[in-house]
């Protein structure tokens, strides 16, 4: 008999658990891997540090990332090494490199400044007193005085500091304005209620400061108590020091040295050396001596002496304007003494010595009724004499008649500004004029041979438009009446445009129109126009009339380009422009045409500012021959001007 025996193996507790576990595994890596195979389809995995490039926008990946796509944009995406990273490593390796010889690290550190890539948001004009909306009628309890470096640093991001040597020690050396300086020009203290349109107003008054690149106020909730505010006042200096000149020859040049804000005290001392061997003196010298805020009045102040070839001139001037709503009170007075040559058109040759006596001085005094809204009454007295004329007629050499003006004018104001980037420059704050205003002016000259009297009105309205963009037009029409008869009258009409930041893919676009039109009446002094460009006929004259018409189209193109720290704007203008009286004859000898292309590019790794390289044709009319011409600038021209001045002035025929 043969036994046989059996063993039976029986699952205990903790065995179950552990197959749970193992089966558990099993059926997540299976669905893990299925989904996987799903997601390939519509999931692409994107390293860090990439460029992705979309239809509509672009972005850079910090890590390692997942982007859910169509069927249709997955043929569209563009993914590409970051190129900002890829400029960064070309500085770096720059610098490596240039620590060869001293001579290769002083070049690096003098032109070279590294610093991170901060993006800027660009958006739609803002009401500039928006930002303190939220914090009206909080009490004021502190201010707070911050100043960024003026190598490496911004308003914008505070804690930015400067990286490197060269940048370090300018910091270093440069004397920031003084925070009492800073003090001196706020229109709020501690105690005072938040006025938002009053602090939209200092903060673009501090941003018009000469030694001030750019300046932020910042307020936020007290600590202490919920019902008052911090204020915080960023501002960026300028480089103080520096030269510039202009030369045509050996014989015949100009030298210039300025400190724009001397010991930190915002004030500005400028001397100019003056060489001509064909001229009297041969050497001259020219200082000039300013101050932005006398005895934090408010006032500015100005002293100069020059002595050189052109002229020999003394000059005071102390005022203000009417510069924010509030200010009640405005007045200027300017004395000055000159001897120089006066020639009767632009293009003349005769030239005659004369020498001129004379001061200005104006008033004003403006009442605020509403936010915003002003009436403005200002007087005006302006002599003239000239003790060592050339022989005058009535009929001829009208600008050496001593004489007197008398100017009186009321004014209605009704403005305020927007905020915005990207008209101008690539990133600064530029302050947009809103409103209108509308001035009669009035007045009567006493000179040597009739008395006449003045009549000149003039207004402009600016207004921005969603969707549209931004539209001022502004008209002036003015005369002397002598018997009842016109003389030295004009008629002055111009629009500005520009439209939104339109974006096409990664461009950002903005279009600029700009038209103008001008006719003299009866003209004395001032008798032509001419127009800008390189017109020139065989004889040396330039095209000059009594009427001038000039329409302009300029597009810019912000471009998203970064090519080793550099960032780009192209722009391309057609403007013409018409010569002589109404009604306008389309004469072909009246009319002058011109194209012109440019690049502005700025790099934030470079000392150096905006450069502006452009190429220009100009058509042929007439007796003037066509011609080419390539111009370089580094600074681009301001679109506003922002100042509520109140001074009478006699419109001018230029």
């Given amino acids: 008999m ?48 990439s460029q992705v490039v979309l239809r509509d926008t672009s972005f850079i990946t910090k890590r390692d990332t997942i982007i859910s796509l169509n069927e249709e944009e997955i043929y569209q995406v563009k993914i ?75 308003v914008l991001d505070t804690l930015q500091e400067a990286t490197t040597h060269l940048g370090k020690l300018v910091n ?18 501690v105690g005072d209620m938040v006025d938002p349109y009053l602090m939209a107003d200092n903060e673009r008054l501090l941003r018009q400061f000469p030694t001030l690149k750019d300046a932020r106020i910042y307020l936020k909730r007290s600590k202490k108590n919920p019902e008052e505010v911090d204020v915080v006042i960023v501002t960026q200096d300028v480089n103080s020091l520096g030269a510039s000149g202009r030369i045509s020859s050996i014989s015949n040049y100009r030298a210039d040295v300025f400190d ?23 050497n001259g010298i020219e200082t000039i ?5 006398l005895f934090a009045s408010f006032l500015q102040g100005e002293l100069q002496y020059t002595n050189n070839y052109l002229r020999k001139r003394s000059r005071l001037t102390v005022g203000r304007d009417f510069f924010a709503s509030n200010i009640k009170y405005a007045g200027g007075l300017e004395i000055y003494k000159t001897k120089e040559n006066f020639y009767f058109e632009d293009y003349d040759t005769l030239a005659l010595a004369y020498t001129e006596n004379a001061f200005d001085v104006w008033v004003g005094r403006s009442f605020e009724f ?34 007197t003006l008398l100017l009186s004018s009321v004014t209605y104001v009704n403005r305020n500004f927007l905020k915005t980037l990207r008209i101008r420059g690539f990133g600064r704050t530029e302050d947009v004029p809103t409103g209108g205003s ?107 009339g009594n009427g001038r018409l000039n329409l302009s189209f300029e597009t810019v193109y912000f471009m998203s380009w970064y090519v080793y720290g550099f960032q780009f704007a192209l722009y391309h203008r057609f403007d013409w422009s018409s010569l002589n009286s109404i009604p306008i004859v389309s004469a072909e000898n009246n009319n002058f045409t011109s194209f012109s292309l440019g690049v502005r590019t700025l790099n934030e790794n470079l000392v150096f500012p905006t450069f502006s390289f452009e190429f220009s044709y100009f058509s042929k009319s007439g007796l003037y021959p066509s011609l080419f011409q390539f111009t370089l600038s580094t600074s681009i021209s301001n679109t506003f001007r922002n100042s509520l001045s109140g001074k009478p002035i006699v419109a001018l025929f230029n």
Avoid at 174 to 183: F, N, P, S
């Fill in 289 to 293: 001596l300013y101050d932005p805020n």
């Fill in 260 to 282: 724009k804000n001397m010991l930190g005290y915002a004030r500005q001392l400028k001397l100019s050396y003056f060489r001509n061997t064909n001229g009297a003196p041969k």
């Fill in 438 to 544: 509308l001035t009669l002016l009035v007045g009567k000259e006493w000179n040597t041979f009739a008395d006449r009297k003045y009549l000149e009105i003039n207004s402009s309205y600016g207004n921005y438009f969603s969707n549209f963009g931004y539209i001022n037009v502004s008209f002036v029409g003015g005369t002397y009446l002598v018997n009842g008869e016109a003389e030295d009258g004009l008629i002055s009409l111009a629009t500005q445009y520009f439209s939104d930041l339109k974006r096409w893919r990664k461009t950002q676009i903005r279009q600029f129109v700009n038209a103008s039109y001008v006719r003299g009446f009866n003209r004395i002094l001032d008798r032509s126009v001419g127009i800008n460009g390189k017109w020139e006929s065989p004889y040396g004259l330039k095209p000059t």
């Fill in 80 to 154: 590409r090494l970051d190129p900002y990273r890829k400029s960064t490593n070309f500085y770096d390796s720059l610098e490596v490199r240039s620590v060869k010889s001293k001579v290769s690290t002083g070049i690096f550190d003098l032109v070279i400044r590294k610093k991170k890539r901060k993006v800027r948001a660009v958006t739609v004009l803002v009401k500039a007193e928006l930002p303190f909306m939220p914090y009206r009628g909080y009490r004021i309890a502190t201010l707070n005085f911050h100043a960024v470096p003026i190598l490496e640093g911004s």
């Fill in 370 to 403: 509403e936010k915003r809204k002003n009436i403005i009454l200002a007087m005006r007295i302006n002599p003239h004499h000239f003790p060592e004329s050339t022989a005058i007629l009535q009929d001829s050499n009208s600008f050496f008649r001593d004489r």
């Fill in 172 to 189: 270093k050396l440069h004397k920031d304005t003084r925070k009492r300086i800073i003090r001196n020009n706020l229109l709020f203290e």
């Fill in 2 to 49: 043969v036994l046989k025996s059996s063993t039976t193996f029986a699952l205990t507790p903790a065995m179950k658990a552990c197959a749970r576990i193992i089966f558990f595994c099993l059926l997540v890596q299976l669905s893990t891997s299925l989904e996987a195979q799903v997601l390939l389809k519509t999931r692409i995995r994107i390293l860090g540090g």
